[in-house]
């Protein structure tokens, strides 16, 4: 399994970032896939879900409205378009993926569970 996340940046306030999700490895239209952030000295923190399998998505309060989560069964790759950014948006993002369970079980996941990625850095400047 492998998970490889891209698309991180320095940004202005307000301004938008698409981070890629790129995996391969295991059963992708059978897979939840989520998205966490963690900035220094805070949490570590689930933002995001796709289940590729019921097509639904997940959202945390703190992103619902300015990022979507989408996926491309074809190139087996899940992205987050990240609109209207703020400063408090700054952390290292990283991608984990799970087969067989809903985006409730990923977006709170342990660090030990399922497969992760090495992160992409999202620097948001006021």
């Known amino acids: 399994v492998q998970l490889v996340e891209s698309g991180g940046g320095s940004v202005q306030a307000g301004g938008s970032l698409r981070l890629s999700c790129a995996t391969s490895?295991?059963?992708?239209?059978?897979?939840?896939i989520g998205w966490f952030r963690q900035a220094p000295g805070k949490e570590r923190e689930g933002i995001s879900c796709?289940?590729?399998?019921?097509?639904?998505?997940k959202y945390a309060d703190s992103v619902k409205g300015r990022f979507t989560i989408s996926s491309s069964v074809a190139k087996s790759t899940v992205y987050l378009q990240m609109n209207n950014l703020k400063p408090d948006d700054t952390a290292v993002y990283y991608c984990?993926?799970?087969?067989?369970?809903?985006?409730?079980?990923?977006?709170?996941?342990?660090?030990?569970?399922?497969?992760w990625g090495q992160g992409t850095q999202v620097t948001v400047s006021s």
């Open positions: 796709i289940d590729n399998y019921e097509r639904s998505t």
């Open positions: 984990v993926a799970e087969t067989g369970v809903s985006c409730a079980v990923v977006i709170t996941a342990p660090p030990s569970f399922g497969s």
């Open positions: 490895g295991f059963q992708f239209d059978d897979s939840a």
